[in-house]
């Protein structure tokens, strides 16, 4: 009797820095990664940050097909791709699904305006999982999942709106948009020209997923009310997920998941989150390279060592992450302050994880009051998860035992999870993260420490009170 074979799962993971692409097995098990750096963004006038020439379809064939010439398998046996692009993008495309102008990334100011509709060449206006899945499959399908923001689809149904003035109010016409699918359904099969930029066997299917940060929540395994997602990126958020669209929200605000119908909540975040920790290790420069060299360690396992030898509140350094300051308050900067005699560069490394842990922990609180509900777990994810120190600060600071997502690439595996189901190997959503999503270590929360952060963020969150009206000032004279 012959044995079953081996079913395998691609999951596109195209993020704001590097795209990544990884082929799992049936039971969620990476078996091999590629990965293609992103190229810096063309910022040609002010307000204006684009992807350069066709970067994002450039990076994803590269990734892909490093990870299919590491892939020890047969590629026939690869029976599924899940798509997961950088949400809040805006691609505009040409009739034949080629771009009109480079993709619009999500700090571009005009994916927040109404589509400006004076190019002719413009026949399609979609996002870049639209684009990306054109690419793939040849077909103006996209999924729901992935129109926050402006974008003339009804939240309570994920289809477009049955309003033709409210379609032309965001610039858009009705056929100028790609036909609508859910997380899990199929967009198209790999046609001959993306299996031969990607390597991905022809004739593959292609599924839908949802917004990145809702498919790396489907991949850590986020499924009931009362568990948190921390995703430390370059953008940290706090996310919880729900059955509703709560409207009106004004703690958080309501994402679609990656289970049709089902919603992300997400929390205010950091922006330049795990981008001032690396800011901090790189200025540290060759000095402390040197050291960890000596110590047989990675600079950041160096950093995190010595780090842990401070004391829970770094002696009372306190560090508060504006290195990029919100639309609203363009005068803030970034803060350190409360040095003294004891402080040292270990305490500043400290304190910028704290600071992250804290202001998560205020704002996600503040999250659970407005919905009714209390976290009984913090699962942790992105690569400053591997940190034990920064999942122990976690755990002390939310006070509830904190989880790391297992997955190294906890969005590739949300995708698959996508692909599985799209493909009908697991019935549904439910069983496919059963049998793929295996939980990680699980730091338990120190009493003593969670009453110390409880008392230092009282006075962490009035900082902003006292600074604000200095950095007005100096805003006035440097920008």
């Known amino acids: 009797m012959s044995r079953p074979r081996p079913r395998y799962f691609i999951g596109i993971d195209n993020g704001s820095q590097s795209s990544k692409v990884t082929v799992f097995d049936a039971h969620g098990r990476a078996v091999s990664e590629g990965r293609a750096a992103l190229r810096p963004y063309d910022t040609p006038r002010p307000g204006v940050v684009e992807h350069p020439d066709d970067d994002l379809w450039t990076s994803i064939g590269a990734a892909s097909r490093a990870a299919l010439a590491a892939f020890d398998g047969d590629p026939a046996d690869v029976v599924g791709v899940g798509l997961c692009t950088i949400r809040f993008c805006r691609a505009l495309l040409k009739a034949d699904g080629t771009l009109a102008q480079p993709v619009m990334s999500w700090m571009d100011e005009r994916v927040g305006l109404p589509h400006t509709d004076t190019d002719p060449a413009v026949a399609r206006v979609t996002t870049s999982s639209g684009y990306i899945g054109h690419r793939m499959t040849g077909r103006f399908r996209d999924t729901a999942a992935n129109y926050a923001g402006m974008w003339p689809l009804d939240p309570d149904t994920w289809q477009w709106t049955d309003d033709d003035a409210r379609i032309a109010k965001l610039g858009m016409r009705r056929e100028m948009l790609f036909d609508l699918v859910q997380p899990g359904d199929v967009l198209g099969e790999v046609t001959d020209a993306a299996a031969r930029h990607t390597g991905i066997p022809a004739g593959v299917p292609v599924v839908a997923t949802a917004n990145d940060k809702a498919v790396e929540a489907l991949g850590c395994g986020l499924r009931t009310p009362d568990t948190l997602l921390v995703s430390l990126g370059t953008y940290v958020a706090g996310m919880a997920t729900g059955p509703r669209n709560v409207s009106g929200a004004t703690d958080f605000w309501v994402n679609y998941a ?14 330049r989150g795990m981008w001032t920790v690396s800011w901090y290790r790189d200025l540290l420069g060759e000095e ?5 060299r000596r110590a047989g360690l990675s600079v950041e396992d160096h950093l995190n060592g010595e780090a842990a030898k401070v004391p829970p509140g770094a002696d009372g350094l306190m560090t508060v ?9 363009p005068f803030r900067k970034g803060t350190i302050l409360g040095f003294d005699g004891r402080h040292g560069r270990f305490h500043i490394y400290r304190s910028i994880l704290e600071a992250l842990a804290m202001t998560i922990h205020d704002s996600t609180a503040r999250m659970a009051r407005e919905l009714g509900t209390s976290y009984r777990e913090v699962i942790v994810s992105g690569g400053g998860s591997r940190s034990d120190l920064m999942m122990q600060i976690h755990a002390d600071v939310h006070g509830v035992p904190a989880r790391r997502a ?4 906890a969005a590739g595996l949300g995708a698959a999870i996508c692909a599985a189901v799209g493909v009908g190997v697991y019935a549904g959503f439910e069983e496919a993260v059963t049998e793929m999503v295996r939980p990680g270590e699980v730091f338990l929360p120190d009493p003593r420490n ?8 009282a006075v962490y969150r009035d900082v902003r009170e006292h600074t604000d009206a200095l950095y007005r000032r100096t805003h006035a004279l440097f920008g």
């Open 258 to 271: 990656s289970v049709p119908r089902s919603y992300l909540y997400e929390s205010g975040g950091v922006r």
């Open 288 to 292: 402390v390279t040197a050291e960890a």
């Open 321 to 329: 992450l504006d290195w990029l300051a919100p639309g609203d308050a």
């Open 406 to 409: 297992e997955a190294s690439s």
């Open 450 to 457: 969670t009453a110390l952060y409880g008392r230092l963020e």
